[in-house]
């Protein structure tokens, strides 16, 4: 059963930044396609921000400029660099990765809160 696990949540003033990570318990390659997501309270989850197998990236029009999302293959890690944070960012944060084998099989971490104070 493939794992993720997110960490690098936290607590952060308006400004400020915090880099997210999510590592595989079995290498990037096995997915077409990692992301973020994030769930505010009282709203439906959302993508952040995502990466194909391929390169392509794609972010939420809400982040572009803000947010970039990485992957270092020998450490079967994706991150979120997230800079210029703003209150309206606080969510619990989910990795998630697409299976190569089908593309509605899909994977999750169990999140990690940001919380962006004012």
């Known amino acids: 059963q493939v794992q993720l696990v997110e960490s690098g949540g936290g607590l952060v003033q308006a400004g400020g930044s915090l880099r997210l990570s999510c590592v595989a318990s079995?290498?990037?390659?096995?997915?077409?396609?990692m992301g973020w997501y994030r769930q505010a309270p009282g709203k439906q989850r959302e993508l952040v921000a995502q990466?194909?197998?391929?390169?392509?990236?794609n972010y939420a029009d809400s982040v572009k400029g803000r947010f970039t999302i990485s992957r270092d293959n020998a450490k079967n890690t994706v991150y979120l660099q997230m800079n210029s944070l703003k209150p309206e960012d606080t969510a619990v944060y989910y990795c998630?990765?697409?299976?190569?084998?089908?593309?509605?099989?899909?994977?999750w971490g169990k999140g990690t809160l940001v919380t962006v104070s004012s």
């Open positions: 998630n990765a697409r299976s190569r084998i089908s593309s509605s099989i899909n994977y």
């Open positions: 079995t290498t990037i390659f096995s997915f077409s396609a």
């Open positions: 990466m194909t197998s391929g390169g392509r990236l």
